[in-house]
């Protein structure tokens, strides 16, 4: 019998025990016009636990066939992941050998523990630490001897290997020295750790054949670097070679030393008078523009008088053929006014100031050097030049 039947079953019997009820509670007179309506409910009534049936059925089955694969797996995940343990005791001496999991893939961690467990009072000897465990790789190893515990005192050995080799591997047993005290009678002995078995899993397919190799992929193209055309070069050298003449014309130009009148007139320039006139410092602004015109003197005429008073250095001029007498009248005025200003302790007005470096540019200007012309044919051409003074340096007759 299936499970629709079972539920048509118990359906149709509690649809017969209501209609009974239903019968004694109405009256017996009833037509039979009310009774094909109650066969009609009680017929729909049973479709619908029918239905009801049907559908708990496939439910449940889905339910079944859902859980059994994923049990199945947690089955096979505990497997793999269980601990694999192996025991052995002599002389009241317990050697437990115990791996993390049974099954490891190539290259992973394995931990494997043993430990000792005797009376208080026995003395235990590991081996020595080793790289390898048999065929297995030791790549950590933590000790922890002769520790308390309740049932006396335990010695730990937990080392971390790992295979490069896939397949069934063994983890051999391992040999301690054990000596014990009971009763004041001492037994010394050894006890060997049983072995291990771990199985190693590849991780290449199961069809993998590791002489079989994948093809090599055809070839890349790739782009050819690009190239920069012989012409460029030239071009390139052609600018550079003209910008190289452009700058050292360019600092060559107007490199000429400037004359005697030239750095006077520029000197004169850079004297700042707004700023000796707003500091009051007369005497020193008379002191440099009397320096720069007896430099200036010295420059262009060759003349050295610098520990000369003012009356001294005049007079030495009257009877020089260099200065007209003009430029001599404007010279004297100048100079007497700078004494005044300098021993005499006297404050000119700013217009005398003004004026007074007026008439030292005047006189730069009219004793200036004659530059010779630029063309020397305008000679042949009847035009005449100044002869420039002697350099030579003359002394002043006083």
Not at 82 to 90: H, R
Request: aromatic letters at 8%; a neutral charge; charged letters at 25%.
């Amino acid at each position: 019998m299936t499970l629709d039947d079972l539920f048509q079953r118990n359906a149709v019997k509690k649809l017969h025990r209501e209609g009974a009820k239903n019968t004694k509670v109405r009256c017996a007179s009833a037509d039979s016009t009310n009774s094909s309506r109650r066969w009609r409910g009680t017929t729909g009534r049973a479709r619908t636990a029918r239905a009801v049936g049907r559908s708990s059925a496939i439910l449940l089955l889905a339910l079944l066939a859902t859980a059994t694969p994923a049990i199945a797996t947690d089955q096979t995940t505990a497997n793999a992941t269980a601990s694999v343990t192996q025991s052995t005791e002599k002389d009241g001496v317990h050697f437990t050998v115990t791996a993390d999991r049974a099954t490891a893939q190539v290259a992973d961690p394995v931990t494997i523990r043993f430990r000792v467990e005797a009376p208080t009072g026995t003395l235990v000897t590991f081996p020595a630490d080793e790289q390898t465990l048999g065929s297995l790789t030791v790549r950590e190893t933590r000790d922890a001897f002769d520790v308390p515990s309740d049932n006396g005192r335990t010695w730990t050995r937990m080392q971390v290997v790992e295979s490069l080799a896939a397949g069934p591997v063994e983890v051999p047993g391992v040999t301690i020295a054990y000596k014990t005290n009971k009763a004041g009678v001492q037994t010394t002995g050894e006890l060997t750790s049983p072995t291990l078995s771990i199985e190693i899993a590849s991780t290449l397919p199961a069809d993998a054949d590791p002489l079989k190799f994948h093809d090599i992929k055809g070839e890349v193209e790739i782009a050819p670097p690009l190239t920069t055309p012989l012409w460029w070069w030239w071009y390139a050298s052609g600018a550079a070679a003209i910008a190289t003449a452009a700058g050292v014309w360019w600092y060559r130009r107007d490199r000429r030393p400037l004359t005697a009148a030239e750095w006077a007139l520029a000197e004169l320039a850079r004297v700042e008078v707004d700023e000796y006139l707003a500091r009051g410092r007369m005497q020193d602004l008379y002191v440099v523009m009397t320096d720069i015109v007896r430099s200036y003197i010295e420059r262009r005429f060759a003349l050295r008088a610098p520990r000369q008073t003012t009356p001294e250095f005049l007079a030495g001029l009257t009877h020089n053929a260099n200065f007209a007498t003009e430029h001599k009248r404007l010279l004297t005025r100048f100079l007497e006014a700078a004494d005044l200003v300098k021993f005499a302790c006297f404050s000119p007005a700013s217009d005398d100031v003004y004026a007074a470096r007026g008439a030292a540019e005047t006189f730069v200007r009219g004793t200036a050097e004659e530059t010779q012309p630029d063309h020397p044919a305008n000679a042949s051409a009847g035009t005449t030049t100044t002869a420039r003074p002697s350099r030579e340096p003359q002394e002043v007759t006083t």
